[in-house]
DNA sequence: GAATTTTTGATGTACGTAAATCAAAAATCC
DNA sequence: GGATTTTTGATTTACGTACATCAAAAATTC
């Protein structure tokens, strides 16, 4: 049997109560008294049955999520993840509330965590946009003792205390190396397409990009970026302007969201076996392109992934306790039409 | 508040103890009495406090992990997983055994499913061996009611719950893919090494590999396959006579374990800029060798994932509840020099 | 050494569920 | 309609921790 409070009082002879004001550090212990007490946890590597703990304080945790609308599939399939979450909520122990924003707004975004901190929740996790204005909002909530994570896209300036998310710069560069060696011997330029400039995630994605395409395909000529804001219309829109300005296009990096667009634009115009493509986000859409050789590789992050850690710093944070960093790294994924998953994310 | 036990019992206008016979289908009550029961629940949206009921049950789950011994660092690193597990038996309510039997003995393996039984255990998670008499210790188990679980290697002909693992045809496929593009324009021949062509995953992988690129590079020729015994020194072997007989070879694929004679054998002859490498498994050797270039690619099954998910199955059949399949499935891992996890797996 | 403050002990209740016991009520049988 | 069986109720204890209260003991102050 797993030792219990009632061993530890047991074994450094004191009283269940001194035991009590130990493990909860409590107020009036002597010093002396705290260390025999100390000693017989550590003698009888005694943990803390949180489940039993969580039940006596009945404790619950209120948090706020903060998501984009728009009309991108990533977002909403994110947002289904946080629905899950709120399903799981009661085993849980959390009380989500989710509060939407429109996309790229960062007036609005502060003014919803504003709206947020009004609520008083335990933690808040945000898509974030890159402003001054955010950094603020953000600031001011942990400046109330407001536990605050990042989620797919971070603030880097701001006191937020983890971001949920991938290493940009990295999946760049992933998508680079991939590019550069699928692209082989043939010829002609290399097109990125992004949501926005304006996002962290965007632009440390096309950091990365450039930096192994130029390792792997040295020489090989990048057209400039042009920005769809993950919207797909616009997003078909641009690529048809590419592949008609550039009938020796060799391949396309879409780096955002909207890749429905960019899938149709390929197909349409019957370019999509000679252009090699490389997006991010595995969606019911890009799931097929890539099964039908539309697409090349996609990259992605597992959106419900990014929830449940998210969930769990959260709720580490409003405890005061640390978190095991390596734990709750997000990978990035690639997947090939060989190595999809079974079910449709 | 979430409703309890008290507030069925209430609404349904039963008693208590009505409401724990219904919850955990005790007899001796009334279909009619049952269905109001239901109706309550129901209505209230009840759902068992887990914490709560696990205190008061104060279960365990005794589980057994059978694992080959064996000079393998993926192996090595499944037992520091299992071990990992057994340093949160405390908080999962498990009780971890480890039995060790040589690799690829199927008498020795039957045997200790023999042993496993006689533990009495809720479950039984085995890298399996396809063999008759493994099927029917296998099958044994299940008969006394006990759940078992094939790990990394499946068993398919036994009755056994679940497999958590990788799905090995689509993994040799993926790999084929990523052989047949990095190679590109490059002339010459792709060879093969495996471990043994006894065990199951080997095979599924060998075929999944002639497939795809039979598909993504058609007419190019493959060597036949040679086999290492998932032995370091006689891969590195078996690698430098292949270096020496083929000076035109163009890749290798490794689709078993001792990857670090590979490594070897490319790095010594110089060889490793030139061939393009594929291997399974990130090991702190398979690590290394893809960030200097030696390795072009790794395909990876999370033995973590695996060894957390098989006790989540163990654990769901014991109590005679469904699992979600698609939760469970392991997904094949690909890794480029860009996307490594930052700790060393 | 008396008064004061600090530390410790003893005890009880609560959290939500499981499980057992015994008595009471209702249904069924003949 | 009495005997028997089945169903239901009432009540209690337990799981391991949190937290509060009050009394007792020990340490500290002057």
Same mark, same amino acid.
């Given at each position: 049997?797993? /030792? ?279 969606? /019911? ?55 999809? /998953?079974?079910? /449709?994310?």
């Amino acid at each position: 049997m797993r /030792p219990t409070v009632h061993d530890i009082a047991a074994k450094a002879g004191v009283s269940l109560a001194t035991v009590d004001r130990v493990l909860n550090n409590r107020p009036g212990v002597r010093g002396v008294t705290r260390d025999k007490v100390e000693r017989a946890i550590e003698a009888l590597g005694y943990v803390r049955d949180v489940a039993a703990a969580n039940l006596a304080k009945s404790r619950i945790y209120p948090l706020v999520f903060i998501l984009p609308e728009g009309d991108n599939t990533f977002m909403r399939g994110l947002a289904a993840e946080v629905e899950a979450a709120k399903a799981r909520s009661a085993v849980e122990r959390t009380a989500i509330t989710v509060l939407s924003v429109p996309a790229f707004d960062a007036p609005a975004l502060a003014q919803a965590l504003e709206e947020a901190r009004g609520l008083d929740p335990a933690g808040v996790a945000v898509v974030a946009i890159d402003a001054t204005e955010v950094v603020r909002a953000v600031d001011r909530l942990r400046e109330d003792g407001i536990a605050v994570v990042t989620l797919v896209s971070d603030l880097p300036g701001s006191s937020r205390d983890h971001f949920a998310g991938v290493d940009n710069v990295a999946a760049g560069r992933t998508a680079g190396t991939l590019m550069g060696r699928f692209l082989g011997g043939r010829e002609g330029p290399v097109a990125v397409v992004a949501g926005s400039m304006l996002v962290r995630d965007h632009r440390d994605r096309l950091e990365g990009f450039g930096a192994a395409m130029a390792e792997s395909a040295p020489g090989r000529r990048l057209l400039p970026v042009v920005e769809g804001q993950d919207d797909p219309g616009e997003v078909d829109r641009l690529v048809s302007n590419l592949l008609a300005d550039h009938p020796d296009l060799a391949g396309i990096y879409s780096l955002g969201a909207g890749n429905r667009g960019l899938i149709a634009a390929l197909e349409r115009t019957g370019r999509d076996k000679t252009v090699c493509a490389i997006a991010h986000e595995l969606t /019911p859409h890009s799931r097929t392109a890539l099964l039908s050789g539309t697409l090349d590789a996609l990259l992605n992050q597992d959106a419900g992934h990014e929830v449940r850690s998210a969930i769990r710093v959260l709720k580490a944070r409003a405890d005061g306790l640390a978190v095991i960093g390596a734990q709750e790294r997000i990978r990035i994924e690639i997947f090939l039409k060989d190595n999809l /998953p079974v079910d /449709p994310a």
